[in-house]
C-alpha cells in the first residue's frame, strides 16, 4: 500500500489523502476536497482513481467530488447512513466492510460516530496498519460535535473502538491541527513532557511533510486519550469544581469536549 498526504493548503487546514496499490496502480482517494491537487499527484505517480471514500458529509470533505467524478468515473463510497446528504454516492459503508483497492490493498471500514453520526474510519489491513480518520481523531487532538455529532458518541467511539487498535497503527487525520492541539494538551497537563517535546519537533512544520503519529504516540500527548491523569483532572476541577475528585473516564472526556470548543 502507498500513502500519498496531500496538503490542500485551504483555510481549513485539510489534508487529503490517495491510498494506491503498488501492483496495478489503482488508488483511492479520500476526502478529496483539493480534486485538481489530487489528480496531479495521481497523474505524476501514474495512478488510476477508481473510488472516492468520503468520511463523512460535510462540504470540506465532499466538496471536490463532482469534478474527480467528472474526470475519472470513480465510485463514491460513505457510511449508509450518508446517502441522503452525499451526492452520488454507489456504496453505503457499514461497520466491517473491506474496500479493494487493485490486487493488494485492503481498508476496513469503522462505524464511528461522533463528529456526525455517520462518520466512517478507514483501517488498512497490513503490517504497519494505517487509519484514515476524517475529522474522528486529529493528531493530538478530537473532532468537535458542532454539526451533525454527538460528544458521548465521540466518546465511545473512542474507548470503544480506536483506543483498542493496535498501538502501532499510523493516524492520518482529515486536518493539519496538530500544533493547536498540543496547546491544548499542555494547557491541560503542563508537565506533560512528550506533548512538550513533540511541540518543540512540529511547531512551524511544512505540512507539505507532516509529522505522522502513531496510536502509541497518541496515547501520549492527545488529552483524549488521557482521561486518568491526575493533572488531567486536577486541571479540569479547577474549571469544573462540581467534579468529583477521581471523576469516571467519560465524565473526563465530556468535559474535556466542552472546554476544548471555547479554548
Same mark, same amino acid.
Given at each position: 500500500?502507498?500513502?500519498?498526504?496531500?496538503?490542500?493548503?485551504?483555510?481549513?487546514?485539510?489534508?487529503?489523502?490517495?491510498?494506491?496499490?503498488?501492483?496495478?496502480? &489503482?488508488?483511492?482517494a479520500?476526502?478529496?476536497?483539493?480534486?485538481?491537487?489530487?489528480?496531479?499527484?495521481?497523474?505524476? &505517480?501514474?495512478?488510476?482513481?477508481?473510488?472516492? %471514500?468520503?468520511?463523512?458529509?460535510?462540504?470540506?470533505?465532499?466538496?471536490?467530488? &463532482?469534478?474527480?467524478? !467528472?474526470?475519472?468515473?470513480?465510485?463514491?463510497?460513505?457510511?449508509?447512513?450518508?446517502?441522503?446528504?452525499? #451526492?452520488?454516492?454507489?456504496?453505503?459503508?457499514?461497520?466491517?466492510?473491506?474496500?479493494k %483497492?487493485?490486487?493488494?490493498?485492503?481498508?476496513?471500514?469503522?462505524?464511528?460516530?461522533?463528529?456526525?453520526?455517520?462518520?466512517?474510519?478507514?483501517?488498512?489491513?497490513?503490517?504497519?496498519?494505517?487509519?484514515?480518520?476524517?475529522?474522528?481523531?486529529f493528531?493530538?487532538?478530537?473532532?468537535?460535535?458542532?454539526?451533525?455529532?454527538?460528544?458521548?458518541?465521540?466518546?465511545?467511539?473512542?474507548?470503544?473502538?480506536?483506543?483498542?487498535?493496535?498501538?502501532?497503527?499510523l493516524?492520518?487525520?482529515?486536518?493539519?491541527?496538530?500544533?493547536?492541539?498540543?496547546? *491544548?494538551?499542555?494547557?491541560? &497537563?503542563?508537565?506533560n513532557?512528550? #506533548?512538550?517535546?513533540?511541540?518543540?519537533?512540529?511547531?512551524?512544520?511544512?505540512?507539505?511533510?507532516?509529522? %505522522?503519529?502513531?496510536?502509541?504516540?497518541?496515547?501520549?500527548?492527545?488529552?483524549?486519550? !488521557?482521561?486518568r491523569?491526575?493533572?488531567?483532572?486536577?486541571?479540569?476541577r479547577?474549571?469544573?469544581?462540581?467534579?468529583?475528585?477521581?471523576?469516571?473516564?467519560?465524565?473526563? *472526556?465530556?468535559?474535556? !469536549?466542552?472546554?476544548?470548543?471555547?479554548?
Amino acid at each position: 500500500m502507498i500513502v500519498r498526504q496531500i496538503w490542500t493548503a485551504n483555510s481549513y487546514r485539510n489534508f487529503n489523502y490517495l491510498v494506491a496499490c503498488p501492483d496495478t496502480g &489503482e488508488a483511492l482517494a479520500i476526502d478529496p476536497l483539493d480534486h485538481e491537487k489530487c489528480l496531479r499527484a495521481a497523474k505524476t &505517480e501514474g495512478w488510476t482513481i477508481t473510488q472516492i %471514500v468520503n468520511t463523512h458529509e460535510h462540504r470540506d470533505h465532499t466538496g471536490g467530488n &463532482e469534478a474527480l467524478v !467528472r474526470a475519472t468515473g470513480a465510485k463514491i463510497l460513505a457510511h449508509r447512513n450518508a446517502k441522503d446528504r452525499i #451526492a452520488g454516492m454507489t456504496r453505503g459503508l457499514a461497520a466491517g466492510d473491506v474496500i479493494k %483497492v487493485g490486487r493488494s490493498v485492503e481498508l476496513e471500514a469503522l462505524d464511528t460516530p461522533g463528529h456526525t453520526m455517520s462518520h466512517v474510519c478507514l483501517l488498512s489491513h497490513a503490517d504497519q496498519p494505517a487509519l484514515f480518520c476524517g475529522d474522528t481523531l486529529f493528531n493530538a487532538g478530537a473532532g468537535n460535535c458542532h454539526n451533525g455529532g454527538h460528544p458521548e458518541e465521540l466518546y465511545a467511539t473512542f474507548a470503544n473502538q480506536l483506543a483498542k487498535l493496535p498501538q502501532k497503527t499510523l493516524v492520518y487525520p482529515g486536518h493539519d491541527y496538530i500544533e493547536n492541539n498540543l496547546k *491544548f494538551t499542555l494547557d491541560r &497537563e503542563p508537565d506533560n513532557a512528550h #506533548a512538550k517535546a513533540m511541540l518543540g519537533r512540529v511547531a512551524g512544520q511544512d505540512p507539505n511533510h507532516p509529522c %505522522v503519529t502513531t496510536l502509541d504516540v497518541e496515547g501520549d500527548i492527545n488529552t483524549f486519550f !488521557r482521561l486518568r491523569s491526575p493533572s488531567v483532572i486536577a486541571r479540569l476541577r479547577e474549571v469544573f469544581p462540581e467534579l468529583p475528585e477521581a471523576p469516571d473516564a467519560r465524565t473526563v *472526556f465530556l468535559k474535556l !469536549r466542552e472546554l476544548r470548543n471555547t479554548w
